[in-house]
């Protein structure tokens, strides 16, 4: 198993209540992911506040195929969401959210994303991850600021 983080923060307009509602919204999220493509209300388990499956478009090459995985909140706090992602095989995405007030109306949203995942997958899936993480942070900048 292999493990990588890497952060990034967003800047807008908003209050810290709707700024950490929208990032605790999993399917308006997946609205800006650039490699998802549907998303289904799931039951949640233990501990866990809401869950989502979402499906993504993957390429391999010249190979495209779809995968599922399983978006789980289980932290929407005044100010912090957590969520987790599960996918087989074996391979986790963790999102640490903490939204502060910037002044004259904006936030500052901070993400804190660890990826986990078998060695042999880790650079392909470490690599969509941040590039759909980075994809995102632009599209929920230009949401806020619209």
Known sequence: MRTGTFDYTIDGRGTVASAVDLMA??????????????????????????????????????????????????????????????????????????VAEAGDGRVRIGVGITFESPSLLFSYGFGKARFAHEHMRAEITKYLNS
């Open 25 to 98: 919204d999993v399917p308006r999220l997946v609205t800006m992911h650039p490699l998802a493509v549907s998303t289904a209300s799931v039951p949640p388990g233990p501990g866990v506040l809401r869950s989502t499956a979402v499906t993504s478009r993957l390429k391999f090459g010249p190979v495209g195929m779809h995968i599922t995985y399983r978006a789980d909140l289980v932290l929407h706090g005044e100010d912090e969401v957590v969520t987790v992602a599960h996918q087989q095989p074996r391979t986790t995405l963790r999102s640490h959210v903490k």
